[in-house]
T-cell receptor, first 113, second 115 residues
Framework: GDSVTQMEGPVTLSEEAFLTINCTYTATGYPSLFWYVQYPGEGLQLLLKATKADDKGSNKGFEATYRKETTSFHLEKGSVQVSDSAVYFCALSRSSNTGKLIFGQGTTLQVKP | EAEVAQSPRYKITEKSQAVAFWCDPISGHATLYWYRQILGQGPELLVQFQDESVVDDSQLPKDRFSAERLKGVDSTLKIQPAELGDSAMYLC?????????????FGAGSRLTVL
């Protein structure tokens, strides 16, 4: 079945460091790929998305490129801030009709001043 | 900005008791989802509604969980009886029909603790 695997956390970085959170997926066909972020005490918020191979999603300085050849969608940011501390979830959706999302286990990011 | 409303935010109950969660999606969103997020894991879909109809409840433990969306607007998720393993965050999300790339809007969630 479809699945998403993320790197283990927590990831601890100093402010202004470069961030990479790895995400790989298993799915048939051409799923859409997403990154959601969950700040403490809040629900999930869409961070960025990509719908086809080689698409790059970007938002708030975060980027991720849909790589079909490596079935990956790694999240990157050039310079993290303390306010980026949160849990990040990679997700896929195979059906544009149902909208059902399959999530990875989440990666906690802690950014220290 | 429109939000998905959920209540209660926090619920503590004893095992074998009944518990219910309520969700009011964004106005006009025909598709509604209930997800369960166990601590340290990603959310998993429990049930999906299209208007008032269930379109996917394959992962809903039907012996103790039930969900309804009688008028195709707000929805209730019920657990009876609650078990210790039901402790989790219950997330509601909605999506407008025809929205591109499956963008779901999530509520803040209802955190359940079963003692």
């Amino acid at each position: 079945g479809d699945s998403v695997t993320q790197m283990e956390g927590p990831v601890t970085l100093s402010e202004e460091a470069f961030l990479t959170i790895n995400c790989t997926y298993t799915a048939t066909g051409y799923p859409s790929l997403f990154w959601y972020v969950q700040y403490p005490g809040e629900g999930l918020q869409l961070l960025l998305k990509a719908t086809k191979a080689d698409d790059k999603g970007s938002n708030k300085g975060f980027e991720a490129t849909y790589r079909k050849e490596t079935t990956s969608f790694h999240l990157e940011k050039g310079s993290v801030q303390v306010s980026d501390s949160a849990v990040y979830f990679c997700a896929l959706s195979r059906s544009s009709n149902t909208g059902k999302l399959i999530f990875g286990q989440g990666t906690t990011l802690q950014v220290k001043p | 900005e429109a939000e998905v409303a959920q209540s209660p935010r926090y619920k503590i109950t004893e095992k074998s008791q009944a518990v219910a969660f309520w969700c009011d999606p964004i106005s006009g969103h025909a598709t509604l989802y209930w997800y369960r997020q166990i601590l340290g894991q990603g959310p998993e879909l429990l049930v999906q509604f299209q208007d008032e109809s269930v379109v996917d409840d394959s992962q809903l433990p039907k012996d103790r969980f039930s969900a309804e969306r009688l008028k195709g607007v707000d929805s209730t998720l019920k657990i009876q009886p609650a078990e210790l393993g039901d402790s989790a965050m219950y997330l509601c999300a909605s999506r407008i029909q025809g929205a591109g790339a499956n963008v779901l809007t999530f509520g803040a969630g209802s955190r359940l603790t079963v003692l």
